[in-house]
Nanobody, 126 residues
Framework: QVQLVESGGGSVQAGGSLRISCAAS????????VGWFRQAPGKEREGVAT????????RYADSVKGRFTVSQDNAKNTLYLQMNSLKPEDTATYYC???????????????????WGQGTQVTVSS
């Protein structure tokens, strides 16, 4: 049984930093695409960042490039998202996701991922 458990969310002022984590069990994060999505109230879930091939490659949404960094610790089977220079528009529930295949055509598309965590709230105040 695959489980993805996020942690590390919270409240921060604009310009601050947070690191959120996703501990995986029943699934090896080095085996395929794993990533972060977020969903704000009234908005669709959107891709934030993904990492694949055991950390060899990463992709980011334009809105977070240069501010967020996705990484993984294969020994701990844990995914991370370091978020710097946070803005109020980054406020959302952040979800960890994993694909069942070693390759996905659209890393930003939630439908490409079949395993999901429960989400962790990130709130950025101005």
């Amino acid at each position: 049984q695959v489980q993805l458990v996020e942690s590390g969310g919270g409240s921060v002022q604009a310009g601050g930093s947070l690191r959120i984590s996703c501990a995986a069990s029943g699934y090896s994060i080095s085996s395929g695409y794993v990533g972060w999505f977020r969903q704000a109230p009234g908005k669709e879930r959107e891709g934030v960042a993904t990492i694949y091939r055991g950390g060899a490659g990463t992709r980011y949404a334009d809105s977070v490039k240069g501010r967020f960094t996705v990484s993984q610790d294969n020994a701990k089977n844990t995914l991370y998202l370091q978020m710097n220079s946070l803005k109020p528009e980054d406020t959302a529930t952040y979800y960890c996701a994993a694909a069942s295949r070693a390759y996905v055509a659209r890393w930003y598309d939630p439908d490409e991922y079949i395993y999901w965590g429960q989400g962790t709230q990130v709130t950025v105040s101005s």
